[in-house]
């Protein structure tokens, strides 16, 4: 193998890593923003994904309802079932410990999953690319349009966050009840609106990755654990609480899974991931960019 062939092959699990990196940083997001809210790790969020790409797909493909409507409706319904989940199972907890909301978000993921599992069954479901399946060729790699589409709203994503939560009286009401919750009731914000706000936004995010990772694999009722193992994965290596090192880190997550897979063996690939993030809670528990509790939005 030539050095041109083997660039071209380095360059294609680059490709392939952003891809999946670019899925692990949006459900990390996803986390962080219940983490801020509720000190709580949703354990739920991959279910989000999986209902946000099977919604999608009943839409398009049964109920033929156009795409860009489509991926409005199916991210609304979600973000109405997070609140669902918030308004019946952690806002009425009268004395919230972590350890207890936690386990409620356990049951709620396995609720989810068998609901999703009685509406849609065990088959696995695909749906068309965004605009077309012909990739593009880069140095001799190839890049599909619906990497681009991923990476993209990854980024529009992550613009709006910045916007939301610095310019705007609800974002800074999430932002002041993660750091304080006590000072912020004090001020007058309403901190179980925000929590139910936190819920609202990550069940839209979970779903919107549900939907643009659709295309690309093939959607069923179980994959949501290995998503949102992967998402959790992120965000501890990027440092809870921190969207931006959740990108970051889902990114790098996404790129070293794809250059193992494709240079060691694609059996690893999982493997690969859950390693990494043993070796940053040993070394850095804090994550790579891990801020002090009391300013862990301030990167957003």
């Known amino acids: 193998m030539n ?3 083997q660039f071209s092959d380095l360059l294609q699990f680059v490709f392939m890593g952003i891809q999946r990196g670019s899925i692990y940083a949006l459900v ?28 999608m797909v009943s839409m398009t493909t049964m109920l033929h309802v ?11 319904v979600v973000m109405i079932a997070g609140v669902i989940m918030e308004r019946f199972t952690i806002n009425p907890v009268k004395e919230p410990g972590i350890l207890r909301l936690i386990i409620i978000t356990i049951a709620v993921s396995i609720l989810l999953k068998g609901i999703a599992m009685c509406i849609w069954g065990k088959d696995s479901y ?10 593009f060729e880069i140095f001799g790699a190839t890049i599909l349009p619906q990497t681009l589409w991923i990476i993209g709203i990854l980024v529009i994503i992550v613009f ?14 999430m932002r002041a009840c993660a750091i304080n919750r006590d000072a912020a009731r004090l001020v007058g914000i309403n901190d179980r609106l925000a929590v139910m706000y936190s819920f609202a936004i990550s069940a839209g995010i979970g779903a919107i990755a549900g939907i643009i990772i659709t295309p690309i694999i093939q959607m069923d009722y179980g ?3 290995l998503l949102g193992l992967k998402g959790f994965g992120a965000a501890v290596v990027g440092g809870l609480g921190n969207s931006i090192g959740a990108v970051v880190a889902g990114i790098i997550l ?13 059996h690893y690939m999982d493997a690969i991931a859950l390693l990494i993030l043993l070796i940053v809670l040993f070394l850095r528990p804090s994550g790579i960019m891990g801020s002090s509790e009391a300013s862990r939005l301030k990167d957003f």
């Open 3 to 5: 050095h041109s062939n």
């Open 28 to 55: 990390a997001m996803g986390f962080n923003i219940i983490y801020n809210a509720t000190g709580v790790i949703n354990f739920a969020q991959g279910e989000f994904v999986v209902l946000g790409g099977l919604i």
């Open 66 to 76: 156009p795409i860009v409507v489509a991926f409005f409706l199916s991210t609304l």
């Open 126 to 135: 695909h749906m068309d690319h965004f605009s077309g399946d012909t990739p």
């Open 160 to 173: 709006f966050f910045i916007l939301f939560f610095n310019h705007t009286m609800i974002g800074k009401s």
């Open 223 to 225: 994959r949501g654990a």
């Open 254 to 266: 996404g790129v070293i899974e794809a250059l193992g897979a494709g240079y060691i063996s694609s």
